[in-house]
């Protein structure tokens, strides 16, 4: 019995370090930051934050310094749209076009 739990706990401990996590492309963050400003109360706006912060420890790694900054840009817009009730639908991303060019 010992034997099979401990047998357990290894493939437990395995199975969770082995499932990788993905890491959303920029088209896809793109895609969805400007659905984000059509609509911002949606529950994907508030998993595009945290899929935005995936990417940029990504980049910070590569030393993208750059794309970091764009994105940090765009989170906080996109931050600004979901909890500020006078943010207007009809503005646009300040920041798209350089997530668009440094990334």
Do not use: H, W
């Not at 940090?72 to 798209?96: P, V």
Request: net charge positive; with cysteine.
């Amino acid at each position: 019995m010992k034997f099979f739990t401990i047998l357990f706990l290894k493939f437990l401990l395995l199975s969770n370090f082995l499932m990788a996590e993905t890491i959303p492309t920029k088209s896809k963050i793109l895609k969805q930051s400007s659905d984000c400003f059509k609509d911002s109360r949606t529950q994907v706006c508030k998993k595009l934050v945290s899929e935005i912060e995936k990417l940029q420890l990504l980049v910070f790694d590569q030393n993208r310094f750059k794309c970091q900054s764009s994105l940090l840009g765009l989170q906080s817009e996109i931050i600004e749209a979901y909890f500020f009730k006078n943010y207007s639908k009809d503005s646009i991303s300040l920041m798209t076009p350089y997530v668009n060019k440094n990334c």
